[in-house]
């Protein structure tokens, strides 16, 4: 299996300071603006954007992770035993300014699937999309706001964020299927 690595812990770091920035800019400061990470590199990624964020402000900011395997729509035809991991969330989504967080948007059904699961702990004032890597391929008319990095990868090849909090590595990797 070929493998080739496309961005490295510092790109990922400098990836994640512009989006933190941006995020910042967009909503013109911090007020009323909470994360929330996809299990399980979105989770990773949401806390050390909020970590970046909160350094900066000088603010804290409500954050939780999701779990959407069973907002999945083919949850069936990956397993019959789908791995269920817990959503957090522990602050109410009214008049929140919600950043979602995931490592990789492809389709776009994973991130169809979390707004559905969002819905369900309440009405966020908006919802805004954070990804490390955008690599095309939509099926659903979903875009995110912020990208670390975008990329066009062979239909054959698949993108592997490796992340330090699990990988003992930060490092994106395109590979052979």
Do not use: C
């Not at 910042?24 to 970590?51: C, M, P, Y």
């Amino acid at each position: 299996m070929t493998a080739r690595t496309i961005m490295i812990g510092t790109d990922i770091e400098r990836s994640l300071d512009r989006i933190s920035l941006e995020i910042v800019e967009r909503n013109h400061g911090v007020n009323d603006l909470s994360i929330i990470g996809i299990h399980t590199g979105g989770v990773f990624l949401a806390q050390r954007i909020k970590q970046k964020i909160e350094e900066r402000e000088e603010a804290l900011l409500p954050s939780g992770n999701l779990d959407i395997t069973l907002y999945r729509d083919d949850w069936s035809l990956i397993s019959q035993n789908p791995i269920v991991r817990k959503s957090d969330i522990g602050f109410l989504l009214e008049d929140k300014k919600v950043i979602l967080v995931d490592d990789v948007i492809f389709t776009g059904r994973t991130i169809r699937a979390a707004m559905d699961a969002i819905m369900d702990y309440g009405r966020p004032l908006s919802i805004q999309l954070a990804v490390l890597v955008d690599r095309g391929g939509r099926e659903l008319p979903i875009q995110p706001d912020y990208v670390g990095m975008s990329v066009s990868p062979a239909p054959n090849e698949r993108v592997d964020v490796l992340l330090s909090e699990k990988d003992n590595r930060d490092a994106v990797v395109l590979s052979k299927r």
